[in-house]
């Protein structure tokens, strides 16, 4: 019984995290289907800056805990923004209406330099800004214990999922953005400004890779490459649920989490293959994810 | 269409004698390039310069090296080393990230060959490096030297090896000390759970150490092994899945970034207070744990390296020096860099080469030597002179006023935990240790 509570609680808490790296994917994708390569690099970015900035916080004699989570939401909101603004201004507003497929060569060449440039500012030691984490301590259910700080990620996750589906949803720009899904053309011709709503969701998906960067930050060593590991997790968890549904990342999250949660409990061997096994199960029987849409091709 | 040729006299003039300098300069250059090569001797150092491992291994592992490097052509070495340079040449070191796996190393050690005339080449973390690495060698005939990489299986899958050596112990050696350690510390632990990185070298340590527990504590038992990726970084569910399990020990091959993520997490998860944590690498982490790892967690440093160093005149110059330039004493991945500098000079100094020593003169003076190192005295005593014999040490973990220290720190002689030459090293484990010898 005590396996099975694991099993839940490790498996809803692995795709809380899978979720929040996997939405600024999936909100980029649906709106303007770009598959953001560089999102990978907006994460690791998010955790360097709160790294960084938490490992100076706590070396100048700081010990508030609310500090700490002051510190990485405005590392992680400013980096991923600015960052986000630079790339979708600076680069991709010159290639819209390009192939999909040029757009994600073009977006794994900015994952390649954004790599270097951090290696540039942050060198190769790993950060560690474990304190936060540390300091919140955990929650023991028999053996069992339960970090208060995944258990945060875990809230946070379901606020910004709930945040995401109540813009989209329930606001003008969402309607805007969901029109835009629908048919660009036809919304120009309407006169939506879809550049200027582009500009918009490239800075809140980037924004939200520099968020779910900056919340592991406290968990992990950061250390360069680790952009690229977590970019293949999101494009699993994404593919599941279907590319461009917020839902359907969701979904997808909690199906990966809890496969992976049940192979390291009952056979740690197969951890990694589970992962890709979910996903191609579920495409073998719906090709475009759970709650993608098969779209039909203009020519 | 007509066309007039001008008179171009005077841009011949300019071109014969534009190409006559630049020849001239190349050839110049040419011959001092090669006068430079022969005052010189141009050693390959392949480290991690990138990537997760950088930052706790291959880093200080470069520091290690340059350092004596420096030394080296200043003279400043304590004996036997104290003259300069490496049999009177100046030692140049050509240093290449070993990110990127074995295929691209293999190119980079043929481009480090073949097009930068390297005399030797010194490096290699990855065991999967060392593996792909170590025939190439044969192959090009150059003298190389492993310095850290601890796959057992390298001199195993060498036909008569000629030019490779390794200066460090292999993984075996690493988990026959741990088992021994536990067997004499923590002889009461029923429950045996681990933790080992999902490539050869976590899963053969995982096997060389629960083969070598058989044989040492048979009353306990191995009661779940979590095998993570590489790199994974967070450990949260592996934490859930050995505490169900309530273990006494866990034991750890994780390195680097990997082995402290895991320690912060474990520890603030409350693992570390349920289990002992044994981690045979954790000495790189001694000096960067900073708390975070509970008193009494056993570590390992690969051998009497980093803060197992015994206390010589070399070791003794190596910390003080290190320390002044870095801040901090050297962990396991510096000196065994140093080492294998050390076993550069002793086998240029002793090849009885006039002018720069070819790879078969290298290989003749290291081969079976015994040189005293920044770890005593390392004795090239296994696979036919090429691999180095020494004492495996564990000790505990402190930390207290801010300053971590090792405790009950308890070593055991190299025949004691490596195999000797013609045994298969797990068949010698499963055979209970024949022909070791602890005493």
Redesign the interface.
């Known amino acids: 019984m005590?396996?099975v509570w694991?099993i839940l609680?490790?498996?809803f808490?692995?795709a809380s995290?899978l979720f929040l790296v996997a939405a600024g994917l999936t909100v980029i994708y649906g709106v303007m289907r770009i598959l953001n390569m560089a999102h990978g690099s907006l994460y690791a970015l998010g955790a360097y800056a709160a790294a960084s900035a938490l490992g100076l916080y706590y070396a100048g004699g700081g010990d508030q805990l609310w500090m700490a989570f002051v510190i990485i939401a405005v590392c992680a909101i400013t980096i991923g923004a600015i960052t986000g603004l630079a790339i979708e201004r600076g680069l991709l507003r010159l290639m819209y209406g390009r192939d999909e497929i040029l757009m994600l060569i073009i977006t794994f060449a900015v994952l390649l330099i954004l790599e270097d440039v951090m290696?540039l500012i942050w060198g190769?030691?790993?950060y560690?800004a474990?304190q936060p984490?540390?300091a919140m301590g955990?929650i023991?259910i028999d053996?069992?214990?339960?970090?208060r700080?995944?258990l945060m990620v875990l809230v946070v996750s379901i606020v910004i999922g709930a945040s995401l589906w109540f813009w989209l949803e329930r606001t003008r720009i969402g309607k805007i953005l969901r029109s835009i899904i629908h048919d660009r053309e036809i919304s120009q011709a309407m006169g939506v400004n879809v550049e200027r709503m582009f500009t918009i969701t490239f800075m809140i998906g980037a924004t939200l890779g520099a968020i779910a960067g900056g919340i592991?930050a406290p968990?992990?060593?950061v250390?360069?490459?680790?952009g690229i590991?977590v970019i293949v997790l999101a494009f699993a968890v994404v593919v599941t649920g279907g590319l461009g549904s917020i839902t359907g990342a969701a979904i997808g999250a909690i199906i990966v989490g809890l496969a992976?949660?049940t192979s390291?409990?009952t056979m740690?061997?197969l951890?990694?293959f589970i992962i890709y096994a979910v996903m191609a199960a579920v495409l073998v029987f719906r090709p475009h994810g759970l709650f993608g849409q098969a779209v039909a091709r203009k020519i | 269409m007509k066309t007039t040729q001008q008179p171009r006299t005077w841009q011949h003039v300019l071109f014969s004698a534009t190409t006559s300098i630049f020849l001239a300069s190349a050839g110049l250059l040419g011959l001092a390039a090669n006068a430079s090569a022969q005052d010189s001797f141009k050693v390959g150092f392949v480290t991690f310069l990138s990537g997760g491992a950088s930052g706790p291994f291959g880093v200080p592992a470069s520091q290690g090296a340059k350092l004596v490097v420096k030394a080296i052509n200043e003279g400043t070495l304590p004996a036997p080393y104290d003259s300069q340079g490496v049999n009177g040449l100046s030692l140049q070191m050509v240093e290449v990230d070993e990110a990127g796996g074995p295929t691209k190393q293999v190119e980079e050690y043929r481009n480090l060959v073949q097009r930068q005339n390297v005399n030797a080449v010194i490096g290699y973390i990855s065991s999967g490096d060392c593996l792909a690495i170590a025939p190439v060698a044969e192959e090009m005939e150059t003298f190389t030297i492993a310095f850290d990489c601890g796959t057992s299986r390298m001199f195993e899958e060498l036909d008569s090896p000629k030019y490779v050596f390794r200066t460090g112990l292999d993984a075996v050696a690493d988990n026959v000390g741990a088992a021994r350690y536990l067997a004499e510390t923590h002889g009461d632990a029923k429950r045996i759970a681990g933790i080992q990185q999902n490539y050869a070298w976590g899963q053969d340590s995982w096997q060389d150490f629960t083969l070598a527990m058989e044989q040492l504590m048979p009353e306990a038992e191995i009661v779940n092994n979590q095998t993570p990726q590489i790199f994974q970084g967070s450990y949260g569910t592996e934490i859930s899945a050995l505490q169900t399990r309530r273990p006494d020990i866990v034991h750890s091959s994780m390195w680097g970034g990997d082995m402290e993520s895991f320690v912060a997490q474990a520890n603030a998860r409350g693992l570390l207070s349920q289990a002992t944590a044994l981690l045979t690498t954790g000495e790189s982490g001694l000096h960067r744990f900073d708390g975070q790892a509970p008193n009494g967690t056993i570590i390992g440093g690969r051998g009497p390296f980093g803060g197992f160093m015994p206390e010589n005149d070399l070791s003794e110059w190596f910390s003080k020096a290190y320390e002044e330039e870095h801040g901090i004493p050297p962990s396991y991945p510096a000196s065994k860099a140093a080492q294998a500098i050390l076993a550069l000079k002793y086998a240029a100094d002793n090849s009885g080469a006039d002018g720069v020593p070819s790879s078969e003169q290298l290989a003749a003076a290291l081969k079976g030597a015994e040189f005293p190192s920044v770890s005593g005295t390392v004795n090239m005593g296994l696979s036919d002179g090429h691999q180095a014999v020494q004492p495996m040490l564990y000790g505990e973990y402190h930390f207290e006023d801010g300053k971590a220290e090792l405790r009950n720190v308890k070593s055991y002689p190299g025949d004691c935990v490596s195999a000797p030459d013609g045994y298969n090293a797990q068949e010698w484990i499963k055979a209970g240790f024949p022909d070791s010898s602890c005493d």
């Open positions: 005590l396996t694991a609680i490790d498996g808490i692995y995290w290696k190769t030691t790993p560690f474990y984490y540390a955990r023991n053996v069992l214990t339960v970090s700080y995944d592991t968990i992990i060593s250390v360069p490459g680790i590991e992976r949660a390291i409990h740690p061997e951890e990694l």
